[in-house]
């Protein structure tokens, strides 16, 4: 079982910047991958990054130049710098992970959740 604790969520004006942080309870390097969704008021959950686990990166269009994904192994942290944010940008965010065991190399999907954080942009 893999515990994900998000932190760093906040009020921020349009054009600031966050870094959200997710610390796993495991070496995030047996990980398949790990990503970040978020879910804003009314609206399904979405995708908003992937970091497989093979060093690749995934963004939703909307994002693309804006937000970065990050991961220190040693800290068994997964990271999301978020910077130009707009109004839009308001939403829980979730950290999740896919865990499948053996040799996995790309993030399929997540089978574990953090408990969210909120990004607020205003």
């Known amino acids: 079982h893999v515990q994900l604790v998000e932190s760093g969520g906040g009020s921020v004006q349009p054009g600031g910047s966050l870094k959200l942080s997710c610390k796993a309870s495991?070496?995030?390097?047996?990980?398949?991958?790990m990503a970040w969704y978020r879910q804003a008021p009314g609206k399904e959950r979405e995708l908003v990054s992937i970091?497989?686990?093979?060093?690749?990166?995934n963004y939703t269009e909307s994002v693309k130049g804006r937000f970065f994904i990050s991961q220190d192994n040693a800290k068994n942290t997964l990271y999301l710098e978020m910077n130009s944010l707009k109004t839009e940008d308001t939403a829980v965010y979730y950290c999740?992970?896919?865990?499948?065991?053996?040799?996995?190399?790309?993030?399929?999907?997540?089978?574990?959740w953090g408990q969210g954080t909120q990004v607020t942009v205003s």
């Open positions: 970091k497989h686990s093979d060093g690749t990166q």
């Open positions: 999740a992970a896919d865990q499948r065991g053996g040799i996995c190399l790309r993030f399929e999907s997540p089978n574990y």
């Open positions: 495991t070496n995030i390097f047996l990980l398949c991958g």
